[in-house]
């Protein structure tokens, strides 16, 4: 029987070719997204998955998300925590929002999507918990305090989680991925890119989602079942932990 698989943020960028390479490999995937229509519909279009739109920063919703997924397709095995912003700004000149807003989404949204699937992974003695954090995470960046705080703590969680799922047959890992040519590193200027960001990248380009998408098929695998708590880097070298 194929397993489950849901991944937030799933429509574009690293979590659409997440859901096309779990779905190459034979699972029955469904796809998250928030609110860019548009994008989700094109996505589904193109490659068979369903998609369902819900804000992961909202424990509710999460919750409603999830229900409606698992009547559609069966319980979820996989959980791919991938959706993502960023809210960049100088600390000085940060808002509340700007901080909140990364914080719910990138970190909070770890909790509104995982505790309602434990217990099911817990019963069934299996699950994959798969978790993108960034780069920026591990080393911090200038203008991203939010961002970095929210990815570290990512790590935290899959860390402390990969310790609680363990003796269920459930494996919690993260992914911290370097520049990756998505629509979120298309905003950086491109000046900035070529003058500042390629040249610390030491395999010298920026790094192709299906790069990471790779990574995700590898830890869902059931035989990846001795891996867990661990950070895995994909960032051509850029940082080196
Ligand atoms: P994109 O901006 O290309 O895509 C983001 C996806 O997340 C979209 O599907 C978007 O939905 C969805 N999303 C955003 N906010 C929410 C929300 N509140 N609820 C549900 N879905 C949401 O991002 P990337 O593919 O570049 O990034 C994916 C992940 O990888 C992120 O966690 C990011 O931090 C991380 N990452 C990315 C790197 C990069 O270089 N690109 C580097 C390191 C980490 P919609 O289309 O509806 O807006």
Redesign the pocket.
């Known amino acids: 029987m194929a397993r489950v698989a849901l991944v937030?943020?799933?429509?574009?960028?690293?979590?659409?070719s997440i859901c096309k390479a779990l779905k190459a490999a034979g699972y029955k995937v469904a796809a998250?997204?928030?609110?860019?229509d548009e994008?989700?519909q094109k996505f589904k279009a193109e490659s068979g998955v369903p998609v369902f739109?819900?804000?992961?920063?909202s424990f509710e919703a999460c919750c409603d998300g999830i229900k409606k997924v698992e009547a559609e397709l069966g319980p979820v095995e996989v959980l791919v925590n991938?959706?993502?912003?960023?809210r960049d700004a100088m600390f000085h000149r940060m808002t509340l929002e700007q901080w909140q807003q990364v914080i719910n989404?990138?970190l909070g949204?770890l909790f509104n999507m995982t505790r309602p699937v434990w217990e099911g992974m817990r019963t069934r003695k299996f699950g994959r918990v798969i978790n993108?954090?960034?780069?920026?995470g591990q080393k911090g960046q200038m203008g991203q305090v939010n961002?970095s705080a929210s990815?570290a703590g990512d790590l935290g969680f899959t860390k402390a989680l990969a310790q609680e799922g363990a003796r269920a047959g459930i494996t919690v890992n993260a992914i911290?991925?370097?520049?990756?040519n998505?629509?979120?590193?298309q905003a950086v200027p491109k000046d900035v890119l070529e003058k500042s960001v390629l040249p610390l990248i030491p395999v010298g380009r920026l790094?192709e989602?299906e790069e990471i998408a790779r990574v995700v098929v590898f830890l869902a695998a059931d035989d990846a079942s001795f891996i867990t708590g661990s950070t895995l880097t994909a960032n051509g070298g850029q940082y080196i932990a």
């Open positions: 937030t943020g799933g429509t574009r960028g690293i979590g659409a998250n997204y928030a609110g860019n994008a989700a739109k819900w804000d992961v920063s991938n959706a993502g912003i960023t989404t990138n949204s993108i954090s960034s780069i920026n961002y990815k911290c991925p370097g520049y990756i998505t629509e979120m590193v790094g989602p």
